[in-house]
């Protein structure tokens, strides 16, 4: 599954992501944010599956493009909210339309039958990684 995550990201995902300058751990940090608005740093490490050091790495280059902010939670100063700001709202709206062209063209290429199977096998996977939550503390689409 991993080669072929990996394949479909560079055919579909990457080509409209470097078209506005980003990464793909900015594009995913970004959607992560554009749909939650804010989320403590602990929780986009788990929702955007990037590890600590990385996303470190990337919301500080995020921060000097303008795209996020961080702020501490508390007064220590140890707890971070991650948030997303106008312009990075904005960047992420113009790529939404580009990222569903590209998503359902490349779904069109398999035929009606192929597709209802895929969509299946996605239903099963997320319902078998949803029981998964409740055992490890993950899931699906979190």
Not at 8 to 31: C, D, H, K, N
Not at 47 to 63: E, F, P, V, Y
Request: charged content about 25%; some cysteine.
């Amino acid at each position: 599954m991993h080669l072929a995550t990996n394949a479909l990201r560079q055919a579909i995902t990457l080509p409209y992501v470097e078209q506005f300058g980003l990464t793909m751990p900015e594009w995913r940090i970004l959607s992560v944010l554009a749909h939650c608005r804010q989320l403590p740093f602990t929780e986009l490490v788990v929702r955007s599956a990037t590890d600590k050091g990385q996303l470190s790495r990337t919301l500080k280059t995020m921060q000097e493009r303008g795209l996020v902010v961080t702020r501490n939670q508390s007064p220590g100063g140890k707890k971070l909210d991650c948030l997303i700001t106008k312009k990075g709202l904005a960047l992420h709206d113009q790529l939404i339309p580009l990222a569903r062209r590209a998503q359902a063209d490349m779904i069109r290429r398999l035929d009606p039958q192929e597709r209802r199977v895929l969509f299946r096998a996605i239903e099963k996977l997320g319902a078998m990684c949803g029981d998964a939550k409740g055992r490890r503390g993950g899931g699906w689409g979190e």
